[in-house]
């Protein structure tokens, strides 16, 4: 007889707080997770922006200010997978207009290509950009000398490629609502195996009841 009583007051217990009163707070628990994993992010999509207009800008200094806090957020911050990553398109353009001017001489006989199709190209364009190399390189190309210029420089566009890694767990409002939504479903599982063991326990000992 203590048996039994032991039994029914564990399932008065496990009663008290009703399976569809943790469904409700786990369905509101998922919603706040998943709005602190959405503001995750857009931190990094902002932060990712920034880069990109600080590249534009031709400001190395503070692009490279950009890259670490996007670097600092995305490694601190769980949902903030970039994908491929940022790429710089602006300072690589730059870059190989750099080396595309120093490898260029006034030597040829058709005198400074480069100069030239910078003529041509500048007043089109107002920044670096992917638009602005290809017309660079269509004027180079337009002289018999351009393939042995072009073909000297070498620049790794790999090189101005930047991807970070997100946690799969990060200790921030997201990284614990989704902890508490875990700990809710254990709970939830748990409860309803509980009882399900202590009525059939009851069912199979106890013929009375």
Not at 7 to 13: C, E, L, N, P, T
Not at 90 to 98: K, L, V
Request: contains cysteine; aromatic residues 10%; hydrophobic residues 40%.
């Amino acid at each position: 007889m203590v048996d039994k009583k032991k039994v029914r007051r564990s399932i008065r217990q496990l009663q008290r707080v009703k399976t569809w009163q943790l469904v409700v707070l786990l369905i509101f628990m998922s919603f706040v997770s998943a709005t602190f994993l959405r503001l995750n992010n857009i931190g990094m999509v902002e932060r990712r922006e920034a880069v990109i207009n600080a590249d534009s800008i031709g400001d190395d200094e503070i692009t490279q200010v950009r890259l670490y806090d996007l670097q600092r957020y995305v490694s601190a911050h769980m949902n903030t997978n970039m994908g491929k990553g940022v790429y710089l398109e602006s300072a690589y353009n730059r870059d190989y207009n750099t080396l595309l001017e120093k490898v260029s001489n006034d030597s040829n006989s058709n005198g400074n290509i480069y100069k030239k199709a910078q003529e041509i190209c500048a007043p089109q364009f107002s920044v670096y950009s992917s638009s602005y190399l290809q017309c660079t390189l269509n004027e180079l190309a337009k002289y018999p000398a351009s393939s042995n210029l072009i073909d000297s420089v070498s620049l790794s566009p790999n090189t101005y490629l930047h991807a970070f890694y997100s946690p799969l767990w990060s200790s921030d409002f997201a990284g614990w609502s989704l902890l508490v939504c875990a700990v809710i479903l254990i709970m939830i599982i748990a409860r309803l195996i509980s009882v399900g063991i202590l009525k059939l326990l009851l069912n199979q000992h106890y013929k009375s009841i």
